[in-house]
């Protein structure tokens, strides 16, 4: 990849990730450096030396043979092996992640609202969901079925009629309360209170 490649990933890397998490991403390399004494573009070099190819036996013969910790191996390996669009492409993974236009339509609503009314709030596209986040996640959003979407929000359900039980989620370990859409026309008012509550908690 040349110059100009490596700023527009960056580029697109600070549009998706909040502060917080550019600086965590910035802290792994860094230790994984300072510790090993090789940067990490040369573990990736590695990494596509290794003689085996299920995730599992190549995490197994980087802790055999380097001895490095299972992070630090995920984070090596997803730089060597991406699967699918990376989450500095966006717009790719928008497009695996919302294949129905029903959904997608909802999801640009909320987006819009979320810009408009939060203008410091980060969207985060990534392969299962995307997020919103000010300082740490707020709010997430996931396609449901028949073109619907669901948000995820760390409110408990007396908030609004409208909030259901949260059911098990990957993304959503720190909320309680899930909001269902069928159409971009549900993204009204209290869509947007109960944004802005679940704003203030991130």
């Excluded at 695996?96 to 609202?113: D, P, T």
């Excluded at 269902?180 to 944004?195: C, F, G, N, Q, Y």
């Amino acid at each position: 990849m040349g110059v100009s490649g490596e700023k527009a990933k960056k580029a697109a890397a600070k549009s998706v990730l909040t502060e917080r998490q550019q600086k965590w991403f910035a802290s792994v390399e860094a230790s994984l450096e300072r510790d090993t004494g090789k940067p990490i573009a040369e573990w990736v070099k590695i990494a596509k030396k290794c003689p085996e190819t299920a995730p599992r036996k190549r995490t197994q013969w980087f802790r055999d043979k380097y001895g490095l910790g299972v992070n630090r191996i995920a984070h090596i390996i997803s730089a060597a092996f991406p699967d699918g669009p990376g989450w500095d492409e966006p717009e790719a993974l928008l497009d695996q992640l919302w294949k129905e236009k029903e959904g997608r339509a909802i999801y640009e609503a909320v987006a819009k609202l979320v810009r408009k009314e939060f203008p410091d709030a980060v969207i985060g596209p990534r392969k299962t969901f995307v997020s919103f986040s000010r300082k740490i996640q707020f709010a997430g959003i996931i396609p449901a079925r028949g073109g619907k979407a669901e948000i995820g929000l760390p409110l408990p359900l007396s908030t609004s009629k409208r909030l259901t039980p949260m059911k098990s989620r990957p993304w959503a370990a720190k909320h309680t309360a899930i909001l269902e859409l069928s159409s971009p026309k549900e993204v009204d008012a209290e869509v947007k209170r109960l944004l802005k509550l679940a704003y203030g908690k991130g």
